[in-house]
C-alpha cells in the first residue's frame, strides 16, 4: 500500500519517523512520503521529517498541555495550512493516508480527529488512523482524553489501528524509558502491513495484494497488528509447525492490543523466502485464525522477503468487542467519573489510606 504518513502531535512525530525509517531501512518504499504536525516547536525541529507547526496564534509554539479541545480547535483552525502542506504529496499513486498520534496527550489527541475528518472530505482514498493508547499507569487525563479522541477517531476514519503503550512493556520499565523500543515494534508491525502488498515480485497467485489489506480494514471500527517471527528449514515440508506458530505467536503474544482476537476480518501474510513457506502451514493458521477469532473473513498470502527466516503479520480488524478495548473503555470512563477527585489536595494523601504508613 502506498500511504502518505501525518504525525500529528510529540508521539505522532516519532512513531512516524520510526515508520519511514524502517521502511527505508527495508527498502520497501510503501511509505511514500511523511510530514509531521505540531504545536510544539520544540517537538518538531528534532525530526527529520518535514514539519508543520499550527496554533501559534494561540500557543505561540508550546504545545497545548494535554488539552485536547484545545488541540482540536487548533487543527480545525490550521488545518487548511495542514491541507496545503500535504497537497503536494497527494500524488495519484497514493492509496491510503495514515494519521499517527498518540491519544492521550492534546495536539494529537485533539488534533488527528479533526484532521482524518479533513482529509476523507478531501480525499477519496482510504484514511486511517493509527493511534497510541495511554498505558494503564499513565493518569487519568490520559484515559478521558484518548477515550474521547478513539470515540471520535473510530467515527471518522476508515480503521483505527490501535497500538496499546502497555503491549510491549516489560516489568519494571517504565513507558517513558520504552518508548524507543515500543516505537520501533510498532514501526514493524505496520510497516510490514504497508508493505506487504508491495512486494509482488515473484508474483505467485498466493502473494497478498494491497487491495486485500484494504479489504480486511474495510470492517472498520478499530484494528490490530500481530507480529512474530522464526527460523526457517529451507525445505517447505519441514515449515508447517515454523508457520503455524509464528501466527499463533503474532496473535497471541505479538498483537499491538493484546487479546484483541474477537475480530470482524482477518488478513495473514506469511513472510520470507516463497520456497521455504509452507503451504499447509500457512492454510492450517488461516483456519485456526478463523475459530480464534470468530470470523469466517480471514484473507490469507504470502509476502516474498529474502531471508532465511519466516516471519507472520496478522491483521485483525473489527476488533471493538475484544476484552482489552473495554479495559480500556472502562478506564476512561471511571477517569471520567472520578475526574473531581482527578486533582486531589496533595495535603489529604496525609489524612486518607490511599499510602500505607512505613511503620
Ligand atoms: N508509543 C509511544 N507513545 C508515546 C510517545 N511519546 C508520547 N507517547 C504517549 O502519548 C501520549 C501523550 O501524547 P503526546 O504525543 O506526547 O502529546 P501531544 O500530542 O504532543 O500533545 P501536547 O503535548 O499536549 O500538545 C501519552 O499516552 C504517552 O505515553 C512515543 O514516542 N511512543
Ligand atoms: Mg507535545
Known amino acids: 500500500m502506498k500511504a502518505l504518513l501525518v504525525g500529528v502531535g510529540q508521539a505522532g512525530g516519532k512513531l512516524t519517523t520510526a515508520l519511514s525509517e524502517f521502511d527505508a531501512e527495508m527498502g520497501f518504499g510503501a511509505v511514500r512520503d511523511a510530514l509531521a504536525v505540531n504545536t510544539a516547536a520544540a517537538d518538531l525541529e528534532p525530526l527529520p ?45 497514493i492509496e491510503a493516508v495514515v494519521v499517527v498520534a498518540g491519544l492521550g496527550g492534546g495536539t494529537g489527541s485533539g488534533g488527528a480527529p479533526v484532521l482524518v475528518r479533513e482529509l476523507s472530505r478531501v480525499y477519496d482514498v482510504p484514511v486511517y488512523a493509527l493511534g497510541v493508547l495511554p498505558g494503564r499507569d499513565e493518569g487519568a487525563l490520559y484515559q478521558v482524553n484518548a477515550g ?47 508493505a506487504a502488498g508491495e512486494a509482488t515480485q515473484g508474483v505467485g497467485e498466493s502473494v497478498v495484494d494491497t487491495s486485500e489489506v484494504i479489504n480486511t480494514l474495510r470492517a472498520g471500527g478499530m484494528a490490530a497488528v500481530g507480529y512474530a517471527s522464526s527460523p526457517a528449514a529451507e525445505d517447505p515440508g519441514e515449515n508447517v509447525n515454523t508457520v503455524t506458530s509464528a501466527v499463533r505467536s503474532a496473535v497471541m503474544t505479538g498483537l499491538s492490543l493484546p487479546n484483541a482476537t474477537d475480530a470482524d476480518a482477518g488478513l495473514v501474510a506469511v513472510a520470507g523466502d ?19 477469532t470468530g470470523s469466517m473473513q480471514v484473507r490469507g498470502g504470502d509476502f516474498p522477503l529474502d531471508s532465511d527466516r519466516l516471519a507472520a503479520v496478522v491483521l485483525l480488524a473489527g476488533v471493538e468487542r475484544s476484552t482489552r478495548v ?33 511503620m
Open 326 to 358: 473495554e479495559e480500556f473503555l472502562e478506564r476512561a470512563r471511571q477517569a471520567v467519573r472520578d475526574e473531581p477527585e482527578a486533582k486531589p489536595d496533595p495535603a489529604m494523601a496525609f489524612q486518607n489510606d490511599e499510602i500505607d504508613d512505613l
Open 274 to 292: 516463497p520456497n521455504r513457506i509452507s503451504r499447509k502451514g500457512a492454510e492450517k493458521a488461516r483456519k485456526w485464525l478463523q475459530e480464534e
Open 49 to 93: 521529517l518535514d514539519t508543520v507547526l499550527i496554533g501559534q496564534s494561540r500557543v505561540n509554539g508550546h504545545g497545548v498541555g494535554g488539552d485536547n479541545e484545545l488541540g482540536a480547535e487548533v487543527m480545525d483552525e490550521d488545518s487548511i495550512e495542514v491541507l496545503d502542506a500535504l497537497a503536494p504529496r497527494m500524488t495519484a499513486e
Open 148 to 194: 474521547r479522541s478513539l470515540k471520535t477517531l473510530v467515527r471518522e476514519a476508515d480503521a483505527t489501528i490501535l497500538l496499546d503503550n502497555d503491549a510491549w512493556r516489560s516489568a519494571g520499565e517504565s513507558v517513558e524509558g520504552g518508548y524507543a523500543a515500543i516505537n520501533e515494534s510498532m514501526a514493524k508491525r505496520v510497516g510490514l502491513l504497508l
